[in-house]
């Protein structure tokens, strides 16, 4: 296979110093959909994700090239509009490093970062739109790249994952919660990540689970209802909130709720689900870390297994594909747990399986998948692995 350096030659030329830089994808095992609702979440950053070849330029111009990205080379300048939508992501992450999103008066960008342009060569190891979070992959690694420069290896991470979240929030017009881009930029080698999403606030753990090895599975699906749904529950999840202040006016998040107050709120059927769910998994977020203290495999599994059931009842987020892998999974040799991991309606899941069981455990969901959906799954037998970085080739 030919270098990211010939790679980005044949599309830029030849000449000057290249940086290649790479952001991985993460995996959240229990805790989705609980960012936006301040809970906690647990990740860890995947050995796969998005290579930025990367040459600088000081005329202020940024050139986009993606293997993912169609044939051309997007070209872009401050404030241009942006027409090629995978652009979007970078473009804008170049736009708010610039202090784009914060306009003084008369319109100017202030309190920017002094980045210049590039050209961006990008090549990616990850699944493109499966919930492994290739989009803040996108980001993070544009982000790191631009200020490379300028802060080397000081640059603060929580702020360009803060950054890279509003880029996608109001100039790509997703509406994520902070999980991806965290994981995303503070990943780290051997440690999982856990995240209280209502104060940022985060630790590691010791990934730790001696003879057990993460399986990341891909339905194969796209997914059609994905951003529609996933707005619908926001909104669903904020009615429960207003609902519950009424008798609980300093509750500042559906996560800090419990059962007696959803008992006591007054909820339609459908919104008291989505908080129930938010509920429970907040609660078993809290149990998996103890049980990751205690390196209690069994349990970890267990509350894998509840948090799919309880996506798949009450938050309403999985589907068919989603809900086959994962009961196939959770049935299979050397598995302790397994659920859908991201937004869901398609995308990807996440077992926890006995090492030993690996191959026999890949085989049999395979095969038990194609059965009842007729489609193939892909399958990534992945370890946490570190963030944001600077490489060499
Ligand atoms: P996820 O983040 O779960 O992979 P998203 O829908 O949030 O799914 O993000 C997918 C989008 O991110 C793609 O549609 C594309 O616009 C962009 N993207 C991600 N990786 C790349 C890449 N390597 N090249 C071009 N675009 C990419
Ligand atoms: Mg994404």
Redesign the pocket.
């Given at each position: 296979m030919d270098s990211l350096r010939e790679k980005f030659s044949r599309v830029y030329g030849a000449g000057g110093e290249t940086e290649i830089f790479f952001a991985p994808g993460r995996v959240c095992f229990l805790g989705d959909h609980l960012d936006y609702n301040g809970g906690t979440v647990l990740t860890f950053a995947l050995p796969m994700g998005?290579y930025a070849t990367v040459r600088y330029r000081n005329d202020g111009v940024l050139r986009l090239f993606?293997?993912?990205?169609g044939n051309n080379v997007v070209e872009h300048r401050l404030g241009q509009n942006v027409e090629t939508?995978?652009a979007r992501?970078p473009a804008g992450v170049y736009e708010y490093l610039l202090g784009q999103d914060r306009p003084c008066e008369g319109g100017m960008a202030c309190a920017g970062y002094n980045v210049s342009g590039a050209d961006v060569y990008?090549h990616?190891t990850?699944?493109?739109?499966?919930?492994?979070?290739?989009?803040?992959?996108?980001e993070i690694v544009t982000a790191f790249a631009l200020l490379y420069p300028i802060y080397g290896e000081q640059i603060d991470k929580s702020e360009i994952a803060r950054l890279c979240k509003r880029v996608e929030n109001r100039f790509v017009g997703?509406n994520?919660g902070i999980m991806?881009q965290f994981s995303v930029a503070l990943g780290r080698e051997g440690h999982l990540l856990i995240l209280d999403c209502s104060d940022e606030s985060y630790t590691f753990s010791e990934a730790g689970l001696e003879g057990w090895v993460w399986v990341a599975m891909n339905t194969n699906v796209p997914r059609a209802l994905r951003e529609s749904k996933y707005n619908e529950r926001r909104a669903e999840c904020e009615t429960a909130l207003n609902a519950l202040r009424e008798k609980n006016p300093s509750l500042r998040a559906p996560a800090h709720a419990d059962k007696a107050m959803l008992d006591a709120a007054e909820l339609s059927p459908n919104v008291r689900k989505r908080a129930e769910y938010v509920v429970e998994e907040q609660a078993r977020v809290v149990e998996c870390i103890a049980a990751l203290k205690r390196g209690d495999v069994q349990t970890i599994g267990r509350l894998m297994n509840e948090s799919h059931a309880g996506l798949q009842t009450l938050y309403e987020v999985t589907g068919r594909h989603l809900d086959a892998l994962c009961s196939a999974a959770q049935k299979a040799p050397g598995a302790v747990g397994a659920r859908m991991t991201?937004a869901g309606f398609g995308?990807c899941a996440i077992a926890l399986v006995a090492a030993e069981a690996q191959t026999e455990f890949i085989r049999s969901v395979g095969e038990s998948y194609l059965q009842a959906t007729g489609m193939n799954a892909d399958f990534y037998v992945v370890r946490p692995s570190a963030g944001v970085r600077r490489v060499d080739e």
């Open positions: 998005v993606s293997e993912r990205g939508a995978w992501y990008y990616s990850l699944p493109i739109g499966a919930g492994l979070s290739s989009s803040a992959a996108l997703v994520c991806d991201g995308g």
